[in-house]
């Protein structure tokens, strides 16, 4: 019952408490003039911070900024800055100190300087909380099971659905009180191990490696969509055993090199990770063991639930109801033919100018906006305008790269014809066949696309150059540090278990790339096994910027388009090998940084870190060999599966991207689209603007410390706009909007109501949305008759332009094709 006593919301001392100050030595007053003594502080202090925008300079200062007039000779430990402001906050997790991330600058720190981290963390733990159970690992490999296999079954049907994390979240909580009501509490003893199905009521510790258990794998394995590729479009034989290790082998090496990122991008502080604190603050509320109750407000328990609901009920009028609110292009539906007007405005085919969506899950189609800062929300909606509201017009209207005999914005490429590109056309025996292409066309991309592509390149050197300027001291700092080199009150609180052993990570990476190794080995696939080195050094190399990134933004670097290109020149006419190596390469450190992210979770919520390392890889072990058995059986017993009239809508879109990504690139081939003297050849510019870009913004913020420069992040400027296409300006400009109002406005002028309700507001409005979705589908998507439908202006007009038939601005030439009329 004890572990039961944090749920009740019984009092437990903060680690700063339990410190013995009895050691702790008196800091002298300095015997230097106060004055130059607090610049010469300040000066140093705000430098250290200066890479973290997250931390307010304007309003965290060292506490020996105070004088100690004020204080008198007081320890260090004990004394308060009075510059500190956070009176807005909930008394709770209100302090009076400023921490610094270099570990000698401050001795000790009761709570995060961070208003995000204590609006949704606790700053108490209870190690004798009960979390390797029976219970935990019943349901955390149930739920790994379910999800991850419903959504590689539905991941291969038009249109789709799928359960995210957050549904495992919500689902488990009852199921795991169900357990601990009807489980027998007989104890066992086990060579001398006491152990119970039953140890107690339903521990939040549980809950929480539950729900990493199922965030690990309800993405499913990469792989299945290179074996998928494989079979159906290139006719290859893949064994069992070969799809097998293929699946382990990929997944598990990025989980592997994510536990080695501890240091980097999990026990500092300044590494908030956002999408990891939305997760805790649901996971408090829906315990109640964090925060005191405030009279005069509702409890964020009953917030979540109103919240979710409404969200559930609003769902089903944009989602069914009146689609035309989702797909708000109100502009086109005054002009359906005009050719201009829905390029711009147009939501489908345009650039979405109509600026707003009502629909939750457009709003949040490239994140919640209520989790990312406003910052870096800035720096994603400033580019976007520049890139696809400025340039991509001009680009378009003026016909460069013949691009108006397209619509303006499309996620696939077409041929001369302006038809969409069959990449099957110039594919023979699995290899590129240059007869076979030159007698069909040349791949031409829309002017989003080619953009994408151009960002692309400007974001890869510019993760590079941006982490060198601001964080090379850090990392090299961290190289030498552990875990009891942290200062902050999470850190601290976790020093109470024992750490994994950086050779447990490393072990499992080397049986993991003995794996990955042995596939490519099976079977024939193009692929050198220096090559796979290579992909992995890079993925490597990448995993530390990019984690940092995520952890301090909230955004993604998406690498798939470099690791394209690379492998593209590296292995020229070589398709497989192409989208293999993307593999590896990519989802290396993907996997790491979600892997890292999932740690940081933990780190938060005081989940022992062995138990985390097993969850981890039993969950991915399961799953890749889950979802691998799956497809292996739909490959074989669903009919037509894979083909556009398939009855059952099995027709694999996801997979028909990937497996024409793999022609484009491995076949066709970089040197024939960007390299000197090629159609797109201009875009190779973004690699120099991307290596120049983030410098004289460093500079500038060094040189004005407290102004907009230090915000500025060149690699968010340019990876925010990944999700173009298929997105649109209706996504990005709601999505702004909603940050705008949560992140900037309300954070503002209402930080109580932000640090009481914002994290845990966004947590519902994904669940019930979600929720919304899985019972419109299997409601009224899924029947036999084709799925039920409301035809109604509301529901049609939208549909009934020239954006949503993608008609272009230039019609086809009297010849019918444009371009080149020869092409090699």
């Not at 539905?154 to 495992?168: D, E, N, Q």
């Not at 390029?343 to 189609?365: P, R, V, Y």
């Not at 388009?561 to 290396?588: C, R, S, W």
């Amino acid at each position: 019952m004890d572990a039961y006593k944090l749920e009740e919301g019984t009092h437990y001392s903060s680690a700063a408490e339990r410190v013995d100050t009895s050691s702790l030595r008196i800091r002298p007053a300095p015997d230097v003039p106060q004055d130059i003594f607090d610049d010469d502080l300040q000066s140093k202090f705000i430098q250290e911070h200066l890479n973290d925008p997250n931390f307010d300079l304007h309003k965290n200062y060292p506490p020996s900024f105070v004088s100690d007039n004020e204080h008198g000779p007081t320890p260090p430990y004990e004394r308060d800055s009075k510059k500190l402001d956070y009176s807005d906050a909930d008394s709770h997790y209100s302090t009076s100190r400023a921490e610094s991330r270099v570990s000698t600058a401050i001795e000790f720190d009761d709570e995060s300087p961070y208003p995000e981290v204590r609006a949704a963390v606790a700053s108490v733990d209870d190690p004798t909380m009960p979390v390797n159970t029976f219970r935990m690992w019943f349901l955390g490999i149930l739920l790994s099971l379910l999800t991850s296999g419903f959504n590689q079954i539905f991941s291969m049907r038009y249109p789709s659905v799928y359960i995210t994390g957050i549904v495992a979240q919500l689902v488990s909580l009852p199921l795991g009180r169900g357990l601990a009501a009807i489980l027998p509490t007989t104890v066992f003893n086990t060579f001398g191990y006491k152990w119970s199905l039953n140890p107690g009521p339903f521990t939040i510790k549980e809950h929480v490696c539950i729900t990493v258990m199922a965030n690990v794998v309800w993405g499913g394995a990469y792989s299945t969509e290179v074996v998928l590729s494989q079979r159906v479009f290139y006719g290859q034989k893949t064994p069992m055993s070969y799809q097998i290790l293929l699946a382990l082998g990929s997944q598990i090496i990025g989980f592997s090199l994510g536990g080695l990122l501890r240091q980097f991008v999990v026990w500092p502080s300044s590494m908030i990770w956002p999408g990891a604190l939305v997760n805790s603050a649901l996971f408090n509320t829906l315990h109640k063991n964090y925060g005191k109750r405030d009279r005069g407000h509702i409890t964020r328990e009953r917030f979540f639930v109103i919240a979710m609901i409404c969200s559930f009920i609003w769902y089903w009028i944009p989602g069914f109801l009146f689609t035309a609110l989702s797909m708000f292009n109100w502009v086109c539906w005054i002009a359906p033919n005009n050719i201009v007007v829905n390029a711009l405005f147009g939501t489908n085919t345009g650039l979405g100018m109509s600026m707003l969506s009502f629909d939750w899950s457009m709003i949040a189609f490239i994140g919640s906006p209520l989790v990312t800062p406003w910052w870096s929300q800035m720096n994603t909606g400033v580019a976007f305008i520049i890139m696809f509201w400025f340039i991509a017009p001009i680009l378009y209207f003026t016909n460069v790269w013949n691009s108006a005999f397209f619509p303006i914005s499309a996620p696939v490429t077409f041929d001369n014809t302006g038809a969409p590109y069959q990449a099957i056309q110039i594919i023979t025996d699995g290899v590129f066949d240059l007869a076979k292409y030159q007698a069909y066309s040349p791949v031409f991309l829309t002017t989003t696309l080619a953009l994408a592509y151009g960002i692309a390149f400007a974001a890869f050197p510019a993760v590079f150059v941006h982490t060198f300027l601001w964080f090379r001291k850090d990392i090299v700092r961290r190289f030498r540090s552990s875990l009891k080199d942290e200062r902050d009150v999470h850190s601290r609180l976790m020093l109470a278990y024992r750490e994994v052993p950086a050779w447990w990570y490393g072990l499992v990476g080397i049986i993991a790339f003995a794996f990955f190794c042995t596939a490519i080995e099976i079977v024939p696939t193009q692929l050198p096994i220096w090559a796979a080195v290579v992909g992995i050094i890079l993925a490597s190399i990448l995993a530390i910027p990019l984690a940092m990134l995520q952890a301090i933004t909230n955004q993604q670097v998406p690498t798939q388009v470099m690791h394209e290109l690379i492998a593209g020149y590296m292995l020229p006419g070589k398709p497989i090998a192409n989208i293999i190596f993307k593999t590896i390469a990519f989802i290396t450190s993907n996997q790491a940084v979600n892997f890292a992210g999932d740690l940081k979770l933990g780190h938060y919520m005081k989940i022992p870190p062995r138990i985390m390392f097993m969850i981890q890889v039993v969950a991915s072990i399961v799953a890749c060999i889950w979802v691998t058995l799956i497809q292996d059986w739909m490959l074989n017993n669903v009919e037509d599966i894979c083909t556009p009239g398939q009855k059952q809508g099995f027709r694999c879109p996801g997979s028909t991207t990937f497996y024409s990504a793999s022609v484009i690139w491995g076949a066709v081939g970089p040197r024939r689209l960007f390299s000197p003297g090629a159609p797109y050849s201009g875009l190779l510019w973004f690699f120099p603007v991307g290596i120049l870009a983030p410098i004289p913004f460093y500079f500038l913020a060094r040189r004005f410390p407290l102004s907009f420069y230090r915000y500025v992040n060149i690699p968010v400027f340019f990876a925010g706009l990944a999700a173009m296409p298929p997105a649109s300006g209706i996504n990005y400009a709601s999505w702004v909007l909603a940050g705008f109002i949560f992140n900037y406005v309300i954070r503002r002028f209402h930080f109580r109501w932000w640090m009481r309700y914002n994290y845990i507001l966004s947590a519902a409005l994904d669940a019930g949305a979600v929720f919304a979705m899985v019972v419109l589908f299997f409601a009224f998507g899924l029947p036999k008759t084709g799925g039920i439908e409301l035809n109604w202006w509301g529901n049609t007009v939208w549909q009934n332009t020239a954006d949503a038939n993608g008609i272009p601005f230039k019609a086809m030439p009297d010849s019918g094709f444009v371009g080149p009329s020869t092409w090699s």
